[in-house]
């Protein structure tokens, strides 16, 4: 057990719907990444947040945004869902902003149908 | 932009038959170089961290090097609770020092 929660574990939606994944970072870390894994890309970054700011962008589409609030748990957002954003959905925190050693969460399986 | 290749895609071992996985990468400034195991429909979990040429770690059945263009996974007598997908990642001090860059990792598969 890493200590990172993620929540929910599984999600099935439909296609333009708009859904909402949440984590809660090990105690003591400040920084917070989320990740998609898809079975083609691998694991690919999406965005980092640092004690409440955006630190780093990946390949995140603009229908996606996500926040990290002042309890540190973050929310990454998804609207407008097309199947091929079907993937495994996964958080991972450090106490660095610098992505020292991260300890990822057991992840969110988004299955859009 | 930073690369990670991993080699091979698949690895099927015996119990008890040694190996080893290649991490090839390509980064502007190694700031660091992070082993994985993941298990399937599970997160990654932490193994190690490298930082220069030359260092190893070494953990149970598992020891992990490091040298300027790869690393490698040796994997000593492995037994079945070895197997998954072990996954190679970097950072560089690049514009993506924030970010780990992973390959697409190698699925080892220990038989009994």
């Known amino acids: 057990d890493s200590g990172v929660t993620q929540t929910p574990k599984h999600l099935i939606t439909a296609t333009g719907q708009r859904v909402t994944l949440r984590c809660s970072p090990r105690s003591g870390d400040l920084s917070v990444y989320w990740y998609q894994q898809s079975l083609d890309q691998g694991l690919q970054f999406l965005i980092q947040?640092?004690?409440?700011?955006?630190?780093a962008k990946g390949n995140i589409l603009e229908r996606f945004s996500a926040q990290q609030f002042p309890d540190l748990h973050s929310e990454l957002n998804l609207s407008s869902l097309e199947l091929g954003d079907s993937a495994l959905y996964f958080c991972a925190s450090s106490v660095l902003p610098e992505a020292d050693t991260q300890y990822f969460g057991p992840g969110t399986r988004l299955t859009v149908l | 932009e930073d690369q990670v290749t991993q080699s091979p895609e698949a690895l099927r071992l015996q119990e008890g038959e040694s190996s080893s996985l290649n991490c090839s990468y390509t980064v502007s400034g190694l700031r660091g170089l992070f082993w994985y195991r993941q298990d399937p429909g599970k997160g990654p979990e932490f193994l190690f961290t490298l930082y220069s040429a030359g260092e190893e770690k070494e953990k149970e059945r598992l020891k992990a090097t490091l040298t300027k263009k790869e690393s490698f996974l040796h994997i000593t007598a492995p037994k079945p609770e070895d197997s998954a997908t072990y996954l190679c990642a970097v950072r560089g001090s690049g514009a993506g020092s924030y970010q780990l860059t992973f390959g697409k990792g190698t699925k080892l598969s220990v038989i009994p």
């Open positions: 947040y640092y004690n409440g700011e955006e630190r």
